[in-house]
């Protein structure tokens, strides 16, 4: 059954990249919603049906662990899986991700192989 | 130290996972990069046991057919997106070097890119630092990674 | 740009400092701070990264006349176009400026440290960062003629 994907990168640029990634992982991606921030992306989660979010860490106005750390307030939404997308930036952020919950990390460059590995369970 | 290599298999990588180009790279070379005729650089900074400066020397249609690769997507001309996506392949190329050097101990932090778009641009650094020019070829053209760096 | 108005006055005087002190040359602060550029024509930049705990760039934008006549100062030398002795002399100024930015915003409790400098320079390029920054740009006048400190900070 085709899911649908929210992507939150405060880079348009970036988010056709990864848009561009998954669909060239061959997954099954039904609606692809976007959001600029974790402000935006919590918006988006309350008002539409979406399966799986790949959130960036490094945003204005509410950062990826910020986003975390609401959406857990938030009964409607907060069992969303959500994947961090990283770069460099190293491990501890993303263990601090998956302490708030985050399911796993896409780290850059990313293959459309490991974009299966990763999210094909969730698919 | 192994700089070369990194950087080769850095660029290689980003290229096979995410640009979708067919690449290969060429030896490295004394060259300037006024050889490959740049419209658009991107640069990245980074300091720690190494300090230097990785560069991206692109022609305008490298740069716009690697960027419309990778957003599946046409691109007419050289804007924003084309300045994020090879700014964002800097980001990562200079990400690999990072991991590359980490395996032999040594530490770096990266900076931000940078990119400038112009008419015959120049890019150079301070003279006595450690230059690399790796040329790579795709079916668009070439392009150019430039690193200078000097031990901390 | 709340990270920038305190240590604005900083950047200023240590800019001017530098040029009294070590270039040799006057200079005064020519109005507000700038939000913006457009493309910088026949001038050359001088850039270095910061990396640490805050990550970002500092820029120094030249016009040819203004690069030259700078380098001349700094070097004690005639300069007639750009040639490595300029761009040596732009990413010194690029180099030092970024010194003392370390130094101020070190004093802020943050840990930075500097990249190689760099210098760019052409007919006409637009310079721009592809983080999420707060930026400014800060305009001097030289002898002959303005040029620009640019600041770029991630949040």
Do not use: W
């Amino acid at each position: 059954m085709a899911k649908n994907v929210l992507l939150v990168d405060d880079s348009s640029t970036m988010r056709k990249i990864i848009s561009r990634s998954l669909r060239q992982a061959g997954l099954d991606f039904g609606e692809i919603y976007e959001a600029g921030d974790g402000q935006e992306a919590l918006a988006v989660l309350e008002k539409e049906p979406v399966d799986i979010v790949l959130s960036d860490i490094n945003m204005p106005n509410m950062n990826g662990i910020e986003f975390l750390r609401e959406k857990l307030n938030r009964p409607g939404i907060k069992d969303i899986p959500v994947f961090m997308i990283s770069t460099e930036t190293g491990d501890d952020i993303i263990g601090e991700a998956k302490s708030l919950g985050a399911i796993g990390a896409l780290k850059k460059p990313f293959t459309p192989d490991k974009v299966n590995e990763v999210l094909g369970p969730f698919m | 130290m192994e700089v070369e290599k990194y950087l080769i298999d850095a660029t290689l990588e980003v290229f096979t996972s995410m640009v979708f180009i067919d690449i290969a790279a060429e030896s490295p070379t004394e060259e300037s990069m006024l050889e490959i005729q740049p419209n658009l650089s991107s640069l990245i900074g980074f300091a720690g046991d190494l300090k230097g400066i990785l560069a991206i020397h692109c022609p305008a249609a490298v740069a716009m057919g690697i960027t419309a690769s990778m957003l599946g997507m046409e691109v007419v001309e050289l804007g924003e997106d084309v300045k994020d996506a090879i700014g964002e392949i800097a980001n990562m190329v200079a990400g690999g070097l990072k991991v590359g050097l980490a395996t032999e101990g040594k530490k770096i932090e990266l900076a931000i890119p940078t990119t400038v778009v112009g008419k015959s641009i120049h890019t150079s650094g301070l003279s006595g630092a450690t230059r690399v020019m790796i040329p790579f070829s795709i079916p668009l053209g070439r392009f150019g990674i430039e690193l200078r760096f000097i031990h901390s | 740009m709340n990270s920038f108005t305190e240590i604005n006055d900083k950047l200023i005087e240590s800019t001017i400092e530098i040029f009294t002190g070590m270039v040799m040359m006057e200079i005064s602060v020519a109005g507000e701070p700038l939000e913006s550029m457009g493309p910088l024509k026949n001038s050359i930049t001088g850039m270095v990264g910061l990396a640490g705990t805050h990550k970002g760039v500092l820029a120094v934008h030249f016009p040819k006349q203004v690069a030259l006549a700078v380098t001349s100062s700094f070097l004690g030398m005639e300069v007639e176009e750009i040639n490595e002795d300029v761009q040596d002399a732009i990413g010194e100024i690029a180099n030092m400026l970024g010194g003392n930015l370390k130094t101020i915003l070190s004093d802020r409790g943050r840990d930075i440290h500097l990249s190689l400098p760099s210098t760019i320079y052409g007919d006409e390029y637009a310079f721009s960062s592809q983080a999420e920054v707060d930026q400014i740009i800060l305009p001097f006048q030289a002898p002959t003629g303005l040029f620009y400190v640019e600041v770029e900070l991630e949040h």
